[in-house]
Nanobody, 115 residues
Framework: QVQFVESGGGLVQYGGSLRLSCTTS????????MGWYRQAPGKQRDLVAH???????TYADSVKGRFTISRDNAKNTLYLQMNNLKPEDTAVYYC?????????WGQGTQVTVSS
């Protein structure tokens, strides 16, 4: 079962910005701590940021100060605003619960940052 649908990725120049979205049909979304994850080819999937049901946020050191995670519980939607993008941010980005991620990962959305 597809639980999450990610969108908003694309090709961007070094220093550019993108805004990712993640939606789910689950009405229980508002109770979940949610995370954005990313995976580059040949590398493991890593947690980028997460946000609690009440809006408390935490970021990986690699993105701190550049990325902002947010949510709209009324819309069952998670967002990731990415600014000052770098080539090392290139990856497929996924959303899921944190830390208890479900096994039903979405297709993700590709983010490619050129040099």
């Amino acid at each position: 079962q597809v639980q999450f649908v990610e969108s908003g990725g694309g090709l961007v120049q070094y220093g550019g910005s993108l805004r990712l979205s993640c939606t789910t049909s689950r009405s229980i979304f508002s109770f979940w701590t949610m995370g954005w994850y990313r995976q580059a080819p040949g590398k493991q999937r890593d947690l980028v940021a997460h946000i609690t049901s009440r809006g408390s946020t935490t970021y990986a050191d690699s993105v701190k100060g550049r990325f902002t995670i947010s949510r709209d519980n009324a819309k069952n939607t998670l967002y990731l605003q990415m600014n000052n993008l770098k080539p090392e941010d290139t990856a497929v980005y996924y959303c899921n619960k944190h830390p208890d991620a479900t096994s039903f990962w979405g297709q993700g959305t590709q983010v490619t940052v050129s040099s």
